[in-house]
């Protein structure tokens, strides 16, 4: 084969693959973004569980 046959041969191999890699990759890393975040918000190990809104005044206080 010439050299002019290779030179084609892999510009049409550039051409083919290179925008398949791409999305592979884009792809793959899609992926593994989505796996790497977390579900929902995350609670300090401090705090319960569940926080109350406001807390309720005392009986007589005014407002």
Excluded: Q, Y
Excluded at 14 to 29: D, E, H, I, N, R
């Amino acid at each position: 084969m010439d050299r002019k046959d290779w030179n084609r041969i892999g510009l049409a191999a550039a051409v083919l693959l290179v925008p398949g890699g791409f999305l592979l990759g884009a792809t793959m890393l899609a992926r593994r973004a989505g796996k790497a975040a977390p579900e929902g918000p995350v609670t300090p190990k401090d705090e319960p569980e569940t926080t109350p809104v406001s807390e309720p005044s005392p009986p007589g206080s005014l407002d």
